[in-house]
Nanobody
Framework: QVQLVESGGGLVQAGESLRLSCAAS????????MGWFRQAPGKQRELVAV???????NYGDSVKGRFTISRANAKNTVFLQMNSLKPEDTAMYYC?????????WGQGTQVTVSS
């Protein structure tokens, strides 16, 4: 089992920044990926950014150039720095951990961007 604890969501104005954190604990595989997905009301869950244990990153098209994902492997923690936030970034953000045979989700943290 893997437990994910998210933090850092909140309410900001357009153009401001937020930083999300997600800490994984439990049976952590040495080969894994962690990242963030988001879901707005009435929309499907979509990729925000993921990063593998060897540092490979992948971003959703709508956040490229504005969001940066990073991780602290020693602490099994992933961070999402979100800059130049837009109202359309408003969503519930979910942390994800994946490894061969494993796929876990956090409970989500709300990000709301006002115009």
């Amino acid at each position: 089992q893997v437990q994910l604890v998210e933090s850092g969501g909140g309410l900001v104005q357009a153009g401001e920044s937020l930083r999300l954190s997600c800490a994984a604990s439990g049976s952590i595989s040495s080969l894994n990926g962690m990242g963030w997905f988001r879901q707005a009301p009435g929309k499907q869950r979509e990729l925000v950014a993921v990063i593998s244990s060897d540092g490979r990153e992948n971003y959703g098209d709508s956040v490229k150039g504005r969001f940066t994902i990073s991780r602290a492997n020693a602490k099994n923690t992933v961070f999402l720095q979100m800059n130049s936030l837009k109202p359309e970034d408003t969503a519930m953000y979910y942390c994800n951990y994946y490894a061969p045979g494993d796929d876990y989700w956090g409970q989500g943290t709300q990000v709301t961007v006002s115009s």
